[in-house]
Structures are given as structure tokens and as C-alpha cells.
Nanobody
């Protein structure tokens, strides 16, 4: 399985980005696809997940109402629309795929894309 994240960048507070995660190497039926982030000096944290089959979404409280996760089955791609960005959103954003709710046990991770929000 390969996961390639892209779309990060430098943006001012209040700005927006669209992160993409291109997935390949298998079919993702019954998988959960997710976005996670890690800020300097902090542990990796959950941002949002989506079930591949039904498109059921879950969000961290810190991003609810600002971030939207979606997937395009035809393109095998997962997106994360990030709006109204805040400096505390600065982090490397990773996409991952796995089965079950314990994301820390997921085996499939992309390399990450840097999001930097200036105040």
C-alpha cells in the first residue's frame, strides 16, 4: 500500500488549503482512511477519518466546523479541506489507512505534507 500526501503549504491565518492523499496498492473496502497531524515537540494526533465504504466521518473537536474529509472512490483519493486555519494548526499532516478504530495501530502511512499557518 502506498499513500502519497500533497497540498500543504504556507498560508496566513484564516486561509484555506486542500490536502490530497492518493492511495494505491490494494482495494480499500472496509478500510478507514484518516488524516493525522504532528506539530513540533508534540505527539501525533487524530484529525479526521472517513470510512471507505459508507463515507462516515469523524473529526477531532479542534477541527470540527473548519475541516472536511472526503474521498473519491474512482480516484482512490482522500481529501482534507482545511478552512479558517489557525497558527495552532501548523503541523505535518499525514494520511493513513487501516482497519478498526485504533489508528495508532494502522500499518499504512504516507510521508506527510507540511502545513504552516502564519499569524
Amino acid at each position: 500500500v502506498q499513500l502519497q500526501a500533497s497540498g500543504g503549504g504556507l498560508v496566513q491565518a484564516g486561509g484555506s488549503l486542500r490536502l490530497s492523499c492518493a492511495a494505491s496498492g490494494r482495494t480499500f473496502t472496509n478500510y478507514i482512511m484518516g488524516w493525522f497531524r504532528q506539530a513540533p515537540g508534540k505527539e501525533r494526533e487524530f484529525v479526521a477519518t472517513i470510512t471507505w465504504n459508507l463515507g462516515t466521518t469523524y473529526y477531532a473537536d479542534a477541527v470540527k466546523g473548519r475541516f472536511t474529509i472526503s474521498r473519491d472512490k474512482a480516484k482512490n483519493t482522500v481529501y482534507l479541506e482545511v478552512n479558517n486555519l489557525k497558527p495552532e494548526d501548523t503541523a505535518v499532516y499525514y494520511c493513513a489507512a487501516g482497519v478498526g478504530s485504533n489508528w495508532r495501530a494502522y500499518r499504512n502511512w504516507g510521508l506527510g505534507t507540511q502545513v504552516t499557518v502564519s499569524s
